[in-house]
C-alpha cells in the first residue's frame, strides 16, 4: 500500500475511534429515572370547540410536574385534552375513556358511572376532612361519602352567578332584588334555560332555597320564590340554552347581564381578558363540585395518584383559587374569584338536605314546565298583563278582570305547594313514574297564561270602551319592550322612572288594590306600576300581592 494511502486509513480510523467509544459510553451510561406521563382530560365545555379555563389547566400541570420532580425525584409530563360534555358522554357509551385523571365540571357527569373510576384514599383526605367536617360544606359534598374509599374527590365549587356590566347595571344582592330590577329595566338581563344548561340545573332550587331555608318558612317561601323566579324570566331580554356563547356578547353591549354558571362568567372575567365585568353571587347560592376521578393505565397508577393528590393540596389549590372557587377553606381566593368560606359569602348555610336529595328533580321538571317550555305564551301574557297594569279606569266592572289576569298569570306559585311536593313524591314512587303528573303542569301552565292575557285585553277593552281610560291603549298586536339602552340604564333614576310609564315604579309597597265601590280616577292610584314586595303579614284582604 502507497504511504498516502496508509495515512489515510490511520487517520480514519483515528476519526472513527472517537465517535464508537463515544457512542459506547453513551450506550452504558447510568440510565436516570424514566419519564412519568400522566394524561387528564378537562371536561369543563358544555359544547365542542369552547375551551374553558385552559390558562388553569397548563399552569396546574406545569406546577404539577415542578412537584413531582422535586418530590419523587422523577420527571413528568402531563398531558391535557380538553373535551365537552358531549364528547365525554359519546366515550362513555362507547368505551373511549383515553386518560388517566378526568377533571369534570359537574358531578352528574359520572353519577351512575362511578363503578368505572378507581377508588382511591387520596393522601389528603384526612387533612380535607379536618378543614371541612363530615366532608360537606354548606350542602355540598367535597368528596363521595357513602363509601369508605371515595371515587370521586371535589377539585373546585361552582355556582349560578350574576354576570354584569357595572356602568350599565347596579347588582342586586338578592333574588328578590333582582327580580325587581328586571321589572323596571325590562330586556335588560338574558336568562338561562336550566333544562339545556348543565351547569344551572339547580338555579330554581336557588331561589327557592333561600326564601325557604334561609328566611326560615318553607311554605310561604315556595310561593315567594315562584314569584320572584316567574318575574326574572318573564321580564328578562331572552332565555338561552347557550349561556356560554351569549356571555360573549355581553362585553360589547348587547345586553347588561346574564345569569350564567361560575364557570362561565370567571372564564369570561379571567381568562377571555373582560376583567371589567363584574360577578355578583345572590343570596340563595348553592354550591355544586366539581369532580377528580382516577381511571389510570398500567404503568400510570402512582403518577395519576400523584396527580390528584397535587390538585387537591394547599399547592395546588392555590393555582386553581385563581380561576374558580376552591375547596379548601385554608386557601384564599384571589380576585376577582370569591372566597365560598368567607362569612359574606351569600351561600345557604342552612340547608334541608333531605328536600335537596328528593326534591332537586321536581322542581327543576316544574320550572321546565312553567317557564320554559311555554316561554313564548309566558312573555306574551306578561306584555299584556302589563299593559293592563298601567291603564287606569273608573269602570268598576273592569277591575275584576285586570284581579284574573294577575291571578291567572301568577298561577305558578298558588298551584304547587310544599306539603303537595310530598305527597307527589310518594304517589309518583319517589318522581319516577311522574309523566302524567308533567303533562298535566304542561296543560296548566298554557292554560293559565291564556287566560291572564285574555283577562288583561278584556279589562283594556272596557277600560277603553267606557271613555274614561287614562291610560295607555294597547296595540293591535304585542310587541315586547325593546333594550334600553345604555344611558336609560346608567342615568334613570326611581324618580325619572317614576315620571316614565314604560319603566315601572318599584318604590314603596304598595300592592294593587280593587276597589269596586269607589268609581274614581284614583282606583288604582299607588298600584298602576307593577311591585314586587315582601310581606311581613298577610296581605289585605281584596289586594293582590306579587310575591306572597
Known sequence: MRPPMKAAVIIAVLLVLPTGLGAWIYAHRPQGPPVQHVKVWLVLSPEEGLVLHDEMARQLASAFETWYKEHHGTPAVVEVEFKSFEEFRTSLAFGGLDFDVLMAGTLELVEGHEDLFTPYNSTVKEELLELVPNGTYCGCPIMELNTTTPRWYAWCFHAPCLLYDP???????????LANKCLRLENALLVPDPVGD??????????????????????????????????????????????????????????????????????????????????????????????????????????????VDFVLSKEGQSIIAGYLMPIRPDV?????????????????????????????????????????????????????????????????????????????????????????????????????????????????????????????????????????????????????????????????????????????????????????????????????????????SPPEENSISWLR
Open 198 to 307: 348543565p351547569y344551572v340545573k339547580d338555579l330554581p332550587l336557588s331561589i327557592y332555597a333561600y326564601e325557604a331555608w334561609a328566611l326560615g318558612n318553607e311554605s310561604l317561601g315556595w310561593a315567594r320564590a315562584w314569584n320572584i323566579t316567574l318575574f326574572i324570566w318573564a321580564t328578562s331580554g331572552n332565555m338561552t340554552r347557550e349561556p356560554w356563547v351569549r356571555a360573549v356578547g355581553l362585553p360589547w353591549g348587547n345586553y347588561s347581564a346574564i345569569l350564567c354558571s361560575d364557570m362561565i362568567a370567571y372564564h369570561i372575567v379571567v381568562e377571555a381578558g373582560h376583567g371589567w365585568l363584574a360577578i355578583r353571587y345572590l343570596n340563595g347560592t348553592l354550591l355544586r363540585p366539581s369532580p377528580i376521578l382516577l381511571k389510570p393505565r398500567p404503568g400510570r397508577v402512582e403518577v395519576s395518584r400523584a396527580f
Open 167 to 177: 356602568g350599565a347595571f347596579d347588582p342586586p344582592s338578592t333574588w328578590g332584588e
Open 332 to 536: 384564599d381566593a384571589r380576585e376577582p374569584v370569591l372566597n365560598p368560606f368567607s362569612e359574606d359569602f351569600p351561600v345557604v348555610r342552612e340547608v334541608n338536605q333531605t328536600f335537596l336529595d328528593m326534591a332537586s328533580d321536581m322542581v327543576e321538571d316544574y320550572h321546565e314546565c312553567w317557564l320554559v317550555k311555554p316561554y313564548e305564551d309566558l312573555r306574551e301574557a306578561w306584555w299584556w298583563v302589563r299593559k293592563a297594569n298601567m291603564t287606569k279606569t273608573t269602570n268598576p266592572n273592569a277591575t275584576k278582570y285586570l284581579r284574573w289576569a294577575l291571578g291567572n298569570f301568577t298561577r305558578i306559585s298558588a298551584y304547587l305547594n310544599r306539603t303537595y311536593v310530598d305527597r307527589l313524591y310518594n304517589e309518583t314512587g319517589r318522581w319516577v313514574n311522574k309523566t302524567d303528573v308533567v303533562e298535566e303542569w304542561e296543560r296548566e301552565a298554557r292554560r293559565a297564561y291564556n287566560r291572564a292575557l285574555k283577562n288583561a285585553k278584556t279589562f283594556i277593552e272596557q277600560a277603553g270602551g267606557s271613555g274614561t281610560s287614562c291610560g295607555p291603549q294597547a296595540p293591535s298586536r304585542p310587541t315586547l319592550i325593546g333594550l334600553p339602552s345604555r344611558e336609560d340604564l346608567r342615568m334613570a333614576s326611581h324618580i325619572e322612572r317614576a315620571l316614565r310609564p314604560s319603566l315601572p315604579d318599584t318604590r314603596g309597597s304598595l300592592p294593587l288594590r280593587t276597589q269596586s265601590t269607589k268609581c274614581s280616577s284614583s282606583i288604582l292610584r299607588g298600584s298602576s306600576h307593577l311591585s314586587l314586595i315582601l310581606r311581613t
